[in-house]
């Protein structure tokens, strides 16, 4: 690892803890997309990058499907590299924000499937709340 992408791995990590009223949404929430944007993966809180469609749910194929074919190999080896690099960019997000939210919301998020969906909860659960505090400044 050059000494560059160490540095962003420090720098990555530093985004300030959410407090648990949501008090600091409003700077959290920008530190956060900057930080997970400076790693390529804002994809993945804001939902734009999907999960890779597997192929053996496309249309006449069922789950005992196997690849016979060439084309249908090198489509699986596709979908397979595809998935893992998936799995890192949620892992990687979503440990981002494990990180920086106190245990009482991890409890709230660590069910749900995605970053993306962990993120978009702890929107709508202090959108409103900041929008409150910024008024009565």
């Known amino acids: 690892m050059s000494s560059s992408n160490s540095k962003l791995g420090e720098d990555f990590l530093c985004v300030p803890k959410l407090v648990a009223d949501g008090e600091n949404w409003m700077t959290y929430k920008d530190r956060l997309s900057w930080s997970v944007d400076a790693r390529g993966f ?65 409890i709230q998020v660590k069910n749900l499937t995605t970053a993306a969906e962990i993120f978009t909860y702890l929107s709508n659960l202090f959108e409103k709340r900041s929008r409150v505090v910024s008024v009565e400044l």
């Open 42 to 106: 804002l994809g993945h809180l804001d939902g734009t990058e999907k999960k890779p469609i597997d192929p053996s749910t496309l249309s006449g194929r069922g789950a005992s499907w196997l690849p016979t074919t060439s084309d249908e190999l090198r489509e699986l080896s596709t979908y397979r590299s595809a998935m893992k690099e998936w799995r890192m960019g949620e892992a990687i997000t979503k440990q981002q924000i494990a990180g920086t939210i106190p245990d009482s919301l991890f």
